[in-house]
């Protein structure tokens, strides 16, 4: 296997020594009217609508393998590309799209660390100028193992080996704030708020990973289980 360009969590830092590396790809996933103004120099932007699919009631689904490829060939995405992926608002739009390589195979990509907080914070160079990559004939296809749906959910919701992290807000979790049609959380399911593994003091990268690790296993999130997120 092909050594990875940069490990899955990458600091500001590693990622300004390796802006020339070959088949660096960085995805902005920020607000356009950010990426128009500030971005890290050579990202291609992408619109996070692209990357998702609304099936009411269900929200945030995985679009078709058409429209993903089509989307990622207008990026330039190429087999050989290690992506590094950030936005502006703790990583979740990010993170969504590296979960998203995951599932159709690409396993060569790095979260950046603080996404563009960090990368202001830190000092490091800037561009306002709109990058176009040539394009690619990127097709995707999907693959299981990093998807769980709901057939696979019912049927391990007595799993002993598998835990269910709800990662929304305690009050979404409670059923007592409604972002949709039906209210409360998947029976069994643990409540992690997202915004709790996000360091606030240092431009929003994550905590120490022991300390996550810490607070995970006191969840009964540990590395033998399954985690369905």
Known sequence: ??????????????LVRNLDAENLLI?????????????????????????????????GMLPGEAQLSEVFSGIGLTPESHVVAYD???????????????VIGHSHYSLLNGGLHAWLNDRHPVSSEA???????????????????????????????????DTRTPAEYRGETRRADRVGHIPGAINFDWVNAIDQTRSLRLKPAQELK??????????????IA
Request: proline share 9%.
């Open 88 to 102: 502006d608002e703790g990583s979740g739009r990010a993170s969504r799209l590296l979960w998203t390589l995951d």
């Open 214 to 227: 810490q607070v995970l296993s006191q969840i009964g999130v540990t590395p033998e289980k399954e985690v």
């Open 27 to 59: 995805v902005d996933l920020c607000r356009p009217e950010t990426y128009a103004q500030t971005h890290v120099p050579g990202a291609v932007h992408v619109e996070y609508a692209q990357i998702v699919a609304a099936r009411p009631p269900a929200m």
């Open 131 to 165: 990058v176009r990559r040539p394009r690619s004939q990127y097709t995707v296809k999907f693959h299981d193992t990093a998807v769980a749906d709901k057939n696979y959910i019912v049927s391990h919701l007595r799993d002993p080996n598998v835990v269910f992290v």
């Open 1 to 14: 296997m092909v050594q990875p360009l940069l490990p899955l969590v990458v600091e500001p830092e590693e």
